[in-house]
C-alpha cells in the first residue's frame, strides 16, 4: 500500500502554504451571463465562487444542452485544477462557439491553456490524486478573503471523537447558508469511502424533509453551526467560529472527513494506485498518484 497523507492533514498543509504565500485576488468576469462549468468539485466550487452572479452553472454531461439552450450566455468561466480531463473537450467547444473563455486553474501548464482567453493561476501543494484541498480551497479563499491562519487555529481546537471508527454512515447537516458546499462533501466521501462508509448531506431544513425515516444504529449525525436536537441518536455538534464563510467551512468539512478517513481502514490508499492507472487510460492522460 502506498504511503500518503490522509485529508486532514491536507487541510493543514494548504493551510499553512496560504498563510506563507498571497492568494491572488480573483478576477471576477464582465460577462452579462456565463456559463461556469468544471468536472466533480470543480464545479461545486464554481457555484460557491459565482453564487452572486447571473451565470449559468454546468458540468462535463450538461454543458452543451446549456449552450444550445441558453442563447444569452456570453462567455465561459472554466473551472479545472490540473486544467486536463475533460477540460481541454470542453475549452474546444467553447472556442467552436467563438464563446471568450476564462480558465481558473492551479496549473500554469493546463493542458487547456492553448484554447482559452485568460487564465486564473493558483497557488497549489502536491496532493493525493482527488483530494483538491489546496486547488479549490485557494480559489474559495481569494473570493471571501477569509484568515487561513484564523481558520487554522479553529480547527486545531475541535476535539475530535474517538469513536468515528464505530460508525458507516454519516449524516452531515450544515446551516441552510452554507447550502452549496454539501456536493463538496459528497465528493470527497465518494472518493475516499466509495460504497464502504456513507453519506448524506443536508442544510438543517432540508433535514426536516422525510430524510431520517429509516435510521442506522450505525448512523453519526454531524451537525456545523447548528445545535442538533432533533435527529439521529448519535450527535455530533462542531460549532462555526464568528465570520465562517465558505473557506472556513470547506477545510473544516474536509477537516472532519480526514478524521474519518484516518479512524477506518485505508481504502482510498489501498485502491488509489489502481484506479490511477485505470484513469489514464480512460482520459488519455498520465495520472499520478500524487498530484502537483
Excluded at 61 to 76: E, F, P, T
Aim: proline fraction near 5%; include cysteine; aromatic fraction near 10%.
Amino acid at each position: 500500500m502506498i504511503k500518503l497523507i490522509n485529508l486532514d492533514q491536507g487541510v493543514l498543509n494548504a493551510l499553512q502554504l496560504f498563510q506563507e504565500q498571497k492568494l491572488p485576488s480573483l478576477k471576477l468576469p464582465t460577462f452579462k451571463r456565463p456559463l461556469v462549468v468544471g468536472s466533480g468539485n470543480a464545479a461545486a466550487a464554481g457555484k460557491i465562487l459565482f453564487q452572486d452572479i447571473d451565470a449559468v452553472f454546468a458540468d462535463e454531461s450538461n454543458y452543451v444542452q446549456k449552450l444550445k439552450a441558453i442563447k444569452s450566455i456570453d462567455g465561459a468561466i472554466l473551472i479545472s485544477a490540473s486544467g486536463g480531463k475533460h477540460a481541454p473537450i470542453i475549452a474546444k467547444e467553447l472556442q467552436r462557439r467563438k464563446k471568450k473563455i476564462i480558465l481558473l486553474t492551479t496549473n500554469v501548464n493546463a493542458p487547456t491553456r492553448e484554447y482559452v482567453d485568460e487564465m486564473n493561476v493558483f497557488p497549489k501543494l502536491p496532493e493525493p490524486y482527488t483530494y483538491n484541498t489546496s486547488t479549490y480551497l485557494g480559489m474559495i479563499l481569494s473570493k471571501t478573503k477569509e484568515n487561513p491562519q484564523y481558520i487554522l487555529k479553529n480547527l486545531q481546537k475541535i476535539k475530535i471523537p474517538l469513536t468515528l471508527k464505530h460508525y458507516d454512515s454519516f449524516f452531515i447537516i450544515v446551516p441552510p447558508e452554507f447550502d452549496l458546499i454539501r456536493e463538496m462533501f459528497l465528493t470527497k466521501f465518494d472518493e475516499l469511502f466509495g460504497s464502504k462508509v456513507s453519506a448524506r448531506v443536508f442544510t438543517a431544513e432540508q433535514a426536516k424533509h422525510a430524510k431520517t425515516i429509516v435510521l442506522s444504529e450505525k448512523e453519526l449525525f454531524i451537525s456545523f453551526g447548528w445545535k442538533n436536537d432533533l435527529f439521529g441518536k448519535h450527535r455530533w455538534d462542531v460549532p462555526l467560529p464568528i465570520g465562517t464563510g465558505y473557506g472556513m467551512l470547506m477545510a473544516l468539512g474536509y477537516y472532519v472527513i480526514g478524521k474519518i478517513q484516518k479512524q477506518h481502514p485505508p481504502y482510498f490508499k489501498e485502491n488509489i494506485e489502481r484506479y490511477c492507472k485505470e484513469a489514464s487510460k480512460v482520459f488519455g492522460e498520465g495520472i499520478g498518484v500524487v498530484v502537483g
